[in-house]
Every structure is written in structure tokens, then in C-alpha cells.
T-cell receptor, first 112, second 111 residues
Framework: ELKVEQNPLFLSMQEGKNYTIYCNYSTTSDRLYWYRQDPGKSLESLFV?????AVKQEGRLMASLDTKARLSTLHITAAVHDLSATYFC????????????FGKGTLLTVNP | DAGITQSPRYKITETGRQVTLMCHQTWSHSYMFWYRQDLGHGLRLIYYSAAADITDKGEVPDGYVVSRSKTENFPLTLESATRSQTSVYFC??????????FGPGTRLTVT
């Protein structure tokens, strides 16, 4: 059974600081997703990582994937208040990797 | 409007009643999914469908039934609702199975 662990689950940080969210998973997969969810809203796709060593960046967020270590990171650079949200990683499994198993999410609060 | 929609957006029902949550997408995506989101659990896959008339169980299928007679629709039925099925339900669709696009969600309360 695929297990996906995110840490930390709660993150409070100051504007301008850097931090990293970690996503570990238990079985082989080369498909890793990061989503953002604002309170009461749906999920917004941030990144899809499809191969070992994949790195993607959008604004102040950068995601990477190490399939050998079964680890993905979401790095936040110079945080701003607008980044406050819950961030989920999800790992693809099944024959075509389209069955997603989600981590429990990281609630990020960026304080002025 | 094009996209993925869910109805109703909010539903309150009583224990033991049957309730159906609707999901409709206008992209003609082959893949469709139902998830539930509960505090402390993230999202968990209930059922998925790779094409019309093809469905399969996900992580937490007990108590739920799905059908997919048309590509664009993927209804989720709770045959006899229980309080443990109080949750937010998200439908998603995907054309290739890679990128999943999520609907706005249905907040279901079972009293």
C-alpha cells in the first residue's frame, strides 16, 4: 500500500523567509504532483513532476523530485502573505500512474 | 461554461437516505475520479473511471456506488448515508491520466 508523508503539517513563517516542505512516499513512482488549496476552495495544480531529477519553478515556488530517494520537495523563496494556503503532494500509482494518493497537506501561514 | 461542475454544492441529508452527487465535465476527458476530503486525511480516492462503462474502486469505496453511462457524467451515490460519510467530495477529470482537474466540491453533511 502506497504511503505518502508530508512534513511539516503546519508551517508558520515570516514574510521574506525561505522554507521547504518535504514529501516522502513508500513505493516506486515517477509521477508526483503538488497542489494548492485555499480555505473552502478546490485544488489548484501547481506542478507535475514526471521523472527523476525533475525541477519546476513558478514564481516563489520550486518543486523537485528524487525518485531514488522517493522524495519530493517544495521550496518557498522569500515568502509573501499570498502564499498562505494548504499544500498537498500526491503520488501516482497503478498501471498508468493515474491513481493518486495524497499526503495530509501542509498548512502554510505567512505572517507579515 | 466549459469545465468541470459538481452539484449540489451543499447537501444536508439524514442517516439512511440515498443521496447522489453529480459531476459533469465538458472536455470529453476519458478519466474521472471521486475523492473525499476529511480533516487530517488529505484527499482519498473513492472510485475512478478510465472511460464510459469502466469503473474501479479506489482507496475507500465502501458505501458508495458509481456509474458512467456517458463520458461527461460520473455520478456518485451513497446508497444509505452514514454520519461517517460527512465530508467534502471532489470530482476530477483528466484527458491523458496525467493532469487532473478538480471540480469545486460538494459539502455533504449527514445528520
Amino acid at each position: 500500500e502506497l504511503k505518502v508523508e508530508q512534513n511539516p503539517l503546519f508551517l508558520s513563517m515570516q514574510e521574506g523567509k525561505n522554507y521547504t516542505i518535504y514529501c516522502n512516499y513508500s513505493t516506486t513512482s515517477d509521477r508526483l504532483y503538488w497542489y494548492r488549496q485555499d480555505p473552502g476552495k478546490s485544488l489548484e495544480s501547481l506542478f507535475v513532476l514526471l521523472s527523476n531529477g525533475a525541477v519546476k519553478q513558478e514564481g516563489r515556488l520550486m518543486a523537485s523530485l528524487d525518485t531514488k530517494a522517493r522524495l519530493s520537495t517544495l521550496h518557498i523563496t522569500a515568502a509573501v502573505h499570498d502564499l498562505s494556503a494548504t499544500y498537498f503532494c500526491a503520488v501516482g500509482s497503478g498501471g498508468s500512474n493515474y491513481k493518486l494518493t495524497f499526503g495530509k497537506g501542509t498548512l502554510l501561514t505567512v505572517n507579515p | 461554461d466549459a469545465g468541470i461542475t459538481q452539484s449540489p454544492r451543499y447537501k444536508i441529508t439524514e442517516t439512511g437516505r440515498q443521496v447522489t452527487l453529480m459531476c459533469h465535465q465538458t472536455w470529453s476527458h476519458s478519466y474521472m475520479f471521486w475523492y473525499r476530503q476529511d480533516l487530517g486525511h488529505g484527499l482519498r480516492l473513492i472510485y475512478y473511471s478510465a472511460a464510459a462503462d469502466i469503473t474501479d474502486k479506489g482507496e475507500v469505496p465502501d458505501g458508495y456506488v458509481v456509474s458512467r453511462s456517458k463520458t461527461e457524467n460520473f455520478p456518485l451515490t451513497l446508497e444509505s448515508a452514514t454520519r461517517s460519510q460527512t465530508s467534502v467530495y471532489f470530482c476530477a477529470s483528466s484527458g491523458t491520466g496525467v493532469e487532473q482537474y478538480f471540480g469545486p466540491g460538494t459539502r455533504l453533511t449527514v445528520t
